[in-house]
């Protein structure tokens, strides 16, 4: 069974910056695609970032300059810069990534920036 794990969420003010951290853990063989997602209430999720086993990554236009997604292989662990916050920044981050062929998911960590 593979777990993720997010951590590094919490409330800042307008133009502050946030690191998202999420380690995998448990019986992982592979892992491919890792990223993040973002939801707000009544709305879907949003695909924020994601990092290739390449190291190429995709970025949200709304995020695009502000954010950068990395990861250390060796430590099965994504991470989300987040700069020059805004406060339609807010949302709960969840962490997704492709393990040993399957989709897997964190539960989230609420990120919420005030103005």
């Known amino acids: 069974q593979v777990q993720l794990v997010e951590s590094g969420g919490g409330l800042v003010q307008s133009g502050g910056s946030l690191r998202l951290s999420c380690a995998a853990s448990?019986?992982?063989?592979?892992?491919?695609?890792m990223g993040w997602y973002r939801r707000t209430p009544g709305t879907e999720s949003e695909l924020v970032a994601r990092?290739?086993?390449?190291?190429?990554?995709e970025n949200a236009d709304s995020v695009k300059g502000r954010f950068t997604i990395s990861r250390d292989n060796p430590k099965n662990t994504v991470y989300l810069q987040m700069n020059s916050l805004k406060p339609e920044d807010t949302a709960v981050y969840y962490c997704?990534?492709?393990?040993?062929?399957?989709?897997?998911w964190g539960h989230g960590t609420q990120v919420t920036v005030s103005s």
């Open positions: 448990g019986s992982i063989f592979s892992i491919n695609t």
């Open positions: 990092i290739f086993s390449d190291g190429r990554t």
């Open positions: 997704y990534s492709l393990v040993n062929g399957r989709d897997s």
